[in-house]
C-alpha cells in the first residue's frame, strides 16, 4: 500500500524468506493471479519503517483487507487485539489448516483470520483448486 521504494535486494530478501508464500494465509505466489506484495507488517503512517524486520510477503487479499490496520477486536474476548506479526511469532502457534480452513487458534490468530477475511467461500475454493 506504500509508496516508498524498496530496494530489489530486500525484496528478494523478503520474498525467499517467506518461501515465496504469503505470511498470513500461505498462498503461495506461484499459483496466485496477482502478483504478490510487500506488507509494512507497522504500516508506515503508525511509524513502521521499510527495513526487513517489518516487512512481509503478501498475497493482494491479505494486503487490501489489512490495509494500514494494526490490529482489530477478538471475537471471543471482545478485546483489541493486534494481529498476528509473521516476524516475531509462529504461524503453526497461531493457525492451523484443516479442510483447506484457517482457524485462529490465539486471540492474534483469529483476528487476523477475521480481518483478512483468509476464510471467504472465494478463498476456501481458491485453496481446494491448488492443493486439493
Ligand atoms: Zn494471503
Given at each position: ?7 530489489l535486494a530486500l525484496r528478494r ?30 504500516a508506515e503512517k503508525h511509524g513502521g519503517q521499510t ?82
Open positions: 500500500m506504500s509508496k516508498t521504494y524498496i530496494s530478501l523478503v520474498t525467499e524468506r517467506a518461501n515465496d508464500q504469503c505470511e498470513y494465509c500461505r498462498l503461495p505466489a506461484n499459483l496466485s493471479f496477482f502478483p504478490h506484495e510487500l506488507d509494512h507488517i507497522i527495513i526487513s524486520e517489518n516487512l512481509a510477503l503478501t498475497c493482494w487479499r491479505c494486503n487490501r483487507h489489512k490495509g494500514s490496520d494494526l490490529g482489530s477486536f477478538d471475537l471471543h474476548t471482545k478485546e483489541f487485539c493486534f494481529l498476528f506479526n509473521p516476524r516475531t511469532q509462529s504461524w503453526s502457534e497461531h493457525f492451523s489448516l484443516s479442510h483447506h480452513h484457517i482457524e485462529g487458534l490465539t486471540p492474534e490468530g483469529r483476528t487476523t483470520v477475521k480481518l483478512l477475511q483468509l476464510n471467504t467461500s472465494e478463498r476456501i475454493a481458491e485453496r481446494k483448486r491448488l492443493t486439493p
